[in-house]
């Protein structure tokens, strides 16, 4: 099989690095970090004007047309810098439930403002009481005429301080972990009862509790699809996400080394002692570990057989947290006391990781959900 980039995906990791190398040094992302969104609205524009935003559309929806693995390159280049802007939030999950559950009309109205950068969507989900379970929701859509009414309350959702429109799962008919009764909705972040208290994240990102009091929408509001649409934009995340992983875990790595040649102890650059040698041998092995299961994610998220999917991006989840665990920490430890300081990159690095690793479910979630399913899997 050829894992080699095309000249156009080159062409796009290139013109990426570039504008990140120039936009997103730490001392910037510190910046936008500070600013009144959280992150930065002209790298959103330069987003849109490199057509990042419109890649995963169909062409004729207004998008570029472009894959899975075009995304995984894009979140590698953004692992990489710690970037904080909503591409996740709206390019790949609102994205993703816009691809496959909503009508033609929908996608010919919004995706045309998302690929030029006017347009913010956030997954309203996680409930209290929820974790990893995405069955599990309270929230619930009553039938009112031809529309709904939705009361619930969501908690920790990314961007979804920014966000113009929120995807709302909400339940239609059931009991809270029924997998059958679960609806999907687009609601107006602006829409009258929806309340949001927006909060940095320990990674620097930022996220919303949401409230939803009697919120009405109309019957076109709905997406198509239920819970397997659900799961399936989790499964296309859970791939962007483990690309992400990697390009952390990399820039990581060489953030590590290079301060492992500079650092001096006893007269000698630490770098030379076999211990730390043989600490910085086994980041690498990780992170091609984790490359190669970012791989196979991008590969697999658009299997249409759920089941098998649902399967393999276990096994991602599980194999990359693992390895992104121990590039993180062995950053922090053989950095010692700077990288526990706001003011020095590696720190930041363990805290994206461990973020990565809890969305849509750890390594523990995982492990259990595939030997409850029947699943084998072999730690390496």
């Not at 600013?35 to 169909?58: K, Q």
Request: aromatic share 6%; glycine share 12%; with cysteine.
């Amino acid at each position: 099989m050829d894992f080699d980039l095309s000249d156009d995906q080159r062409l796009l990791q290139d013109s990426l690095a570039k504008l990140l190398k120039d936009k997103y040094g730490f001392e910037q992302r510190k910046g936008y970090i500070k600013s009144e969104t959280g992150w930065s609205r002209e790298v959103w524009a330069a987003y849109a004007e490199l057509g990042l935003l419109g890649m995963p559309f169909a062409e004729e929806d207004g998008g570029l047309g472009y894959g899975t693995v075009e995304t995984m390159i894009v979140m590698e280049q953004m692992g990489r810098s710690l970037t904080l802007e909503p591409f996740v939030s709206t390019v790949v999950m609102g994205g993703g439930f816009l691809r496959h559950g909503a009508t033609a009309e929908q996608r010919a109205a919004m995706v045309p403002q998302i690929a030029e950068g006017k347009l913010l969507l956030a997954f309203a989900h996680t409930e209290p009481q929820s974790r990893f379970d995405l069955n599990d929701v309270a929230t619930t859509a009553k039938k009112d005429g031809a529309g709904w009414v939705i009361d619930g309350r969501k908690g920790v959702v990314v961007h979804g301080d920014t966000a113009d429109q929120l995807i709302v799962t909400a339940r239609i008919s059931g009991g809270r972990r029924d997998r059958d009764g679960i609806g999907v909705f687009l609601v107006p972040a602006t829409a009258q009862g929806v309340t949001r208290r927006g909060f940095g994240t320990s990674d620097g990102q930022r996220a919303a509790d949401i409230t939803f009091d009697n919120v009405k929408v109309g019957a076109e509001a709905e997406l198509k699809g239920g819970l397997a649409l659900v799961e399936q934009v989790a499964d296309e995340t859970m791939a962007a996400l483990a690309a992400e992983a990697v390009g952390c875990m990399e820039a990581a790595k060489d953030l590590t080394v290079d301060y492992l040649k500079t650092r001096k102890q006893f007269g000698r650059p630490i770098g030379s002692f076999q211990s730390l040698q043989h600490r910085a041998a086994e980041m690498m092995v990780c992170l091609e570990q984790a490359r190669s299961m970012a791989m196979l994610a991008a590969m697999m998220a658009g299997e249409k057989d759920a089941a098998e999917r649902r399967r393999q991006m276990r096994a991602v989840k599980i194999e990359v947290g693992r390895n992104a665990r121990f590039v993180g920490q062995q950053t922090v430890q053989m950095h010692g006391g700077i990288a526990m300081t706001m003011e020095y990159a590696g720190g930041h690095y363990l805290k994206r990781l461990t973020v990565i690793e809890n969305m849509f479910g750890d390594m523990d979630h995982h492990l259990a959900a595939l030997s409850e399913e029947g699943g084998v899997f072999l730690a390496a």
